[in-house]
């Protein structure tokens, strides 16, 4: 549901490639700085990826890294927004808009510096919660993911994480299950799932969910606790709430559910065991009572998304 504005303010989904590495900046500073025009040069292109990725770049090569890691003054004490992005930047309706597209931009000229901005990085993903935290951490498993310092990040990232608050901890793990290959990636995951599946089995899903793309044998140990969601036990009268939903009453009395301002027309029950079914289903096409409830819900989930889904996960 989020994804458009996810990607619009400079996210990207989980297990995407990251871009072709680009040469280190040629480092030729400004003779009179004003970094709060470097900033707005690559906030401006935020609708456009490659283009807000091109605009960090040339930036980063105009400024030396002295000057670039101030541009972390500007995280919560945001340039004016230029009148001529306003129109643009309104209609995504969230507060905060301007201030998480000029952090996007921030962290992308850094991005930029590779090994250079590593220090920095570690001072703001490894800091006080903030925000900043988890997009620090996500440009750390970018260069990581790039064989920048991959085993020295994934250490770090493995001893502090288990700290994070947990509005942190889960786009962090987001992050990090994009590093294929390394071992300790899925250990770290793993221990995680541990932590947080006891407490609520969908957070549990959610970091399996993570686990499985690059690491699919490791996730395959835990099938039956994907199947038991499935199932539906341990969710039964799982309040919405809980999962973030929003609830409106009309003059009659009828709750209808909402996410991100997206109705949700099937229950929320159902919503977990079809992503736990066909969770199983991606690492294992050999059950027969996953494979009946696959194709049940092929035919009866209340979420046209749903059947879908479904629908091109049997094309595999």
């Known amino acids: 549901m989020f994804k458009k504005l996810l990607k619009a303010l400079g996210f990207s989904p989980a297990g995407t490639s990251t871009e072709s590495t680009p040469q280190p900046p040629d480092n030729q500073p400004e003779k009179e700085l004003d970094l709060a025009e470097f900033l707005i040069e690559v906030a401006q292109e935020f609708e456009d990826s490659d283009k807000f990725k091109e605009a960090a770049y040339l930036v980063a090569n105009r400024l030396e890294f002295s000057s670039a890691k101030e541009l972390t003054q500007y995280f919560h004490n945001t340039p004016p927004e230029p009148e001529a992005l306003k129109s643009k930047t309104k209609k995504y309706g969230l507060l905060g808009v301007w201030m998480s597209i000029c952090q996007n931009a921030i962290f992308e000229i850094l991005f930029n510096y590779k090994a250079q901005a590593i220090p920095t990085l570690y001072s703001i993903g490894f800091g006080e919660y903030d925000w900043t935290q988890y997009k620090a951490i996500d440009v750390l498993c970018r260069l990581a993911k790039d064989g920048i310092e991959t085993d020295a990040i994934v250490k770090n990232i493995g001893e502090k994480i288990q700290d994070f608050r947990y509005e942190a901890a889960m786009p962090s793990l987001e992050s990090l299950a994009t590093i294929p290959d390394n071992n300790e990636v899925s250990k770290i995951i793993l221990k995680m799932f541990d932590e947080y599946a006891d407490g609520d089995p969908i957070d549990g899903l959610y ?3 993570l686990l499985a793309f690059n690491y699919p044998i490791e996730a395959k140990s835990k099938l039956s606790f994907i199947k038991a969601i499935a199932k539906g036990e341990g969710i039964e009268n799982r309040s919405p709430f809980l999962d973030g939903a929003v609830v409106s009453v009309d003059q009659e009395g009828n709750e209808t559910y909402s996410m991100g301002g997206q109705e949700i027309e099937g229950t929320f029950e159902e919503t977990h065991r079809i992503t736990a079914a066909t969770l199983y289903f991606f690492l294992d096409q050999e059950d027969s009572e996953i494979n009946q409830l696959i194709d049940y819900w ?15 996960l049997k094309k595999r």
């Open 298 to 312: 092929e035919h009866h989930a209340k979420e046209e998304g749903h059947r879908n889904m479904i629908v091109e």
């Open 207 to 209: 970091i399996l969910r």
